[in-house]
């Protein structure tokens, strides 16, 4: 067959319109599927912070566009009308100085908390393992090649166990709870096409990286779903967060979901947070963001972070594996070669022997030179936590951990976080308080004694008080204490600051180690993921 000009341009408009159609098509059957668990599992562990965490994740939807969307909510008791939240007592009247002091004597300075119902919308049910099971179930029956899962959890959680320590867990209502295992089982039930995103700000919540291993265990290797997530904290520490008041909003999520609208839970605007000037904030974008940001003692991770540490290592002697390795054959993984300074604490085997293809990277050097050719990610947080931590532009790796040290050094000398015993006097002055005013010295009846005393004899008082011996001596040692505590709590966020930025400095050697270290397939499920990470909402 022989064609003209205008059948060759016939023919082409033909395929690219067919093309259109095919790109539409596959556009068009793209879901997202989204998935929330919050709250505590009773009344006393669930916190108004995480009421208002989904409420404000809500309206994040909304102002991204996807009100409509399939979203799906599980909070405490569910739809039960019974009082489930824990909120702070709202106060009839501003404090008299007498009150605030008599509180401190008495050390009764904890803010009193009341009961109500939650007040979240749409709720689907509560936070049970079952429901959550359910729930991926469900999705796992209707979703198609393309479709994305997003699982966003500001709940408690627990620690793993001496044998399994990162198979740590989200506790459900009524003292439920559901495993790392648990839920990598659940998302094994969805197809291998569909990604799933996951963002959990519950204690020890870095355990759920390893849901991107079967049965959420390393030693069963990679499952076949494209999966990654963002963690508030390690696997083995608390994190920040869950509060009786909603005023305060340092964690993890706030910073997160924050980060896609430009603004905090309590309203702050955050700037500077699409990096690539997209028009676009990124998964990835809004977790640098909160890395860089956020003033908590958590250390977050990403799952990406996670393979690098179970597949590459920080020993600058490795040597490359062949594809043809058993290791490749097994499907066995090879724990990283980490150093005393790894941010990781499981047992290190050593890597095959092989001869090696490229030379090894190790922690050392200029800094600027280790996280060159980084993942962006990467490289932002790490050049953006030395500017705050005051690490020269040139630093070698050994002047971080230098740095470090002197912080630490500096912290003991000052007494550290302690809570040594130290003399405030406080007992000499309620007793002399008690000899005048025999009432304001009980814990069990001064409150009521005070609210039935009109201002004017509060502030008499009060000026009273003032004026007795010890009273001076008293009050010095509190603000001398309430500074310690001030510059304590300080340095501790520039200790985490540290350990973040060293979390970081070890991804971008191991990075750089991953193709010594891992087999093709693992090296491209870790780009995989790392676009994974780079979608959006």
Request: with cysteine; glycine share 6%; aromatic share 8%.
């Amino acid at each position: 067959m022989r064609w003209d000009v205008r059948t060759r341009n016939w023919f082409a408009s033909l395929m690219v319109g067919i093309l259109c159609v095919a790109i539409f098509s596959s556009q068009a059957h793209a879901k997202d599927y989204f998935v929330i668990v919050g709250g505590g599992f009773s009344p006393e562990s669930n916190q108004a912070s995480l009421e208002a965490n989904l409420i404000f994740f809500q309206n994040v939807l909304a102002e991204r566009g996807l009100s409509e969307s399939r979203q799906f909510y599980y909070f405490a008791d569910g739809d039960d009308n019974a009082d489930d939240l824990q909120i702070v007592a709202p106060k009839q009247k501003s404090e008299h100085e007498l009150v605030k002091l008599l509180r401190g004597m008495h050390r009764q300075d904890f803010e009193e908390v009341e009961y109500r119902n939650h007040e979240v919308p749409n709720i689907n049910g509560r936070s049970s393992p079952e429901n959550v099971k359910k729930c991926l179930s469900d999705i796992a029956a209707q979703a198609v090649a393309g479709d994305r899962v997003v699982v966003y959890i500001t709940a408690h959680g627990g620690s793993g166990s001496r044998k399994s320590p990162h198979n740590t867990t989200v506790m459900g209502w009524d003292r439920s709870s559901f495993s790392v295992s648990d839920f990598s089982d659940w998302l094994a039930k969805l197809p291998a096409e569909v990604s799933c995103v996951s963002i959990m700000a519950q204690c020890y919540c870095g355990g759920f990286a390893d849901a991107i291993f079967d049965h959420g265990d390393q030693k069963n290797g990679l499952s076949q779903r494209l999966q990654t997530g963002f963690f508030a904290q390690q696997h083995n520490l608390p994190a920040a967060g869950c509060r009786p008041d909603i005023e305060n909003d340092e964690e993890f999520s706030s910073y997160f979901w924050g980060a896609m609208v430009g603004r905090s839970r309590t309203g702050e605007s955050f700037v500077g947070v699409d990096d690539n000037e997209d028009g676009k904030v990124s998964f990835a974008e809004a977790y640098a963001f909160t890395v860089i940001s956020s003033r908590t003692i958590d250390i977050p991770l990403r799952s990406s972070d996670r393979l690098l540490r179970v597949y590459s290592s920080l020993d600058p002697s490795i040597q490359a594996v062949q594809e043809d390795d058993a290791i490749a054959e097994s499907g066995e993984v090879t724990e990283e070669l980490s150093d005393s300074r790894s941010m990781e604490d499981d047992d290190a085997e050593d890597a095959p022997a092989k001869s090696p293809r490229k030379s090894s990277v190790a922690l050392s050097g200029a800094v600027t030179e280790l996280i060159r050719d980084s993942n962006p990610t990467t490289k932002r947080i790490a050049i953006a936590l030395m500017k705050q931590l005051g690490v020269p532009e040139q630093a070698d790796v050994s002047e971080v951990y230098r740095m470090q040290d002197e912080l630490y050094a500096d912290d003991r000398s000052s007494g550290g976080r302690g809570r040594s015993r130290w003399r405030s006097g406080r007992r000499q002055l309620l007793s002399l308080i008690g000899s005048r005013w025999e009432k304001l010295a009980d814990r069990d009846e001064w409150r009521d004694y005070v609210s039935q005393l009109p201002n004017e004899e509060c502030d008499s008082i009060f000026k009273e008080i003032q004026n007795l011996d010890g009273f001076g001596d008293y009050k010095k040692i509190r603000d001398e204490a309430q500074a310690r505590i001030e510059r304590s709590q300080a340095m501790e966020l520039q200790q985490v600051a540290f350990k973040r930025l060293i979390h970081h400095l070890e991804l971008a050697v191991l990075e750089k180690n991953l193709p010594l270290c891992a087999t093709k397939e693992i090296q491209s499920r870790y780009r995989a993921m790392i676009e994974l990470e780079n979608q959006s909402l």
